[in-house]
């Protein structure tokens, strides 16, 4: 696996603080974190171990940037002051359907709208005018006729209002988290590079990814393109298959199904 090849340079006297292992998941990322820190026995995370974006929101706080990240109570909040529908459960319910490998639906318009606007900026779509966030509207796989939405918050209304309470509130959304730090150009301060399910980034992450390889010595990237589930908020499989390496290794034994089902 990935980890392997951790574990050589580990062997071959690279600190952990001096790796940086990202993944797209909280129980990637733990079980990764866990697995090399007790192959080299300590007990302390590694500062540049996580998700992507828990790595980013580091590197932007490490800098002297210091925000609120949107939760359930500032969502909740914005919802009530613009009297759109909203359940902060439905995430919860997205996450555990995109485990499953099916695509969730939102019922309301609260989530539908914020899974939308993530995707168009992932996807690089972000700054557009309003016919143009209509289009996208109509491209984006859960998106219904426009002239079915309620005309005082269809989408642009609503990410006008949106970017208006962020700014107001000085919160950031995990987009946000990505937007800075390419914008900012932050990079971890490392020598080496793990990025695991690469098979999921989209645009955006995927010009960090680049930015950072031009600055970290040794970069690997692994993923799976038929694993690939997070096509509705900007993944896209085609960048890993595409993306330029010097050596390319094939891993014929997987470790999460029993043999027999192989």
Known sequence: TILDFAQKHIDAGTSLSKICYVTHTCAMAAEGTHR??????????????????????????????????MGSK????????????????????????????????????????????????????????????RQ??????????????????TPDIFIQKYEEYKHKEKCIDYVDMLSIVYEEKLHPPVDVLFFDEFQDVGCLQYEIFKFWSERIDTVYFAG?????????????????????????????????????HI
């Open 74 to 133: 500032q969502y909740s909040e914005f919802m009530k002051e613009e009297s759109i529908d909203y359940n902060s459960l439905e995430h919860k319910k997205a996450r555990e359907n995109i485990l499953n490998h099916s695509v969730h639906y939102y019922q309301n318009l609260g989530n539908k709208y914020i899974s939308f606007y993530s995707w168009i900026r992932l996807t690089q779509k972000d700054k557009q005018t309003s016919s143009q966030i």
């Open 136 to 153: 996208a509207w109509a491209q984006w796989d859960q998106g219904e006729n426009w002239s079915e939405l309620p005309q005082r918050m």
């Open 224 to 260: 799976d393109e038929n694993q690939s589930i997070y096509g509705f908020i900007g993944a896209r499989a085609e960048l890993f298959l595409n993306a330029p390496c010097d050596e390319e290794v094939f891993l014929e034994t997987t470790y999460r199904c029993p043999e027999e």
């Open 36 to 69: 090399l820190c007790k192959k080299t026995n300590t007990q302390i995370k590694p500062p540049y171990f996580g998700t992507f974006h828990a790595v980013c929101l580091k590197l932007i706080t490490q800098n002297g940037i210091f925000v609120t990240v």
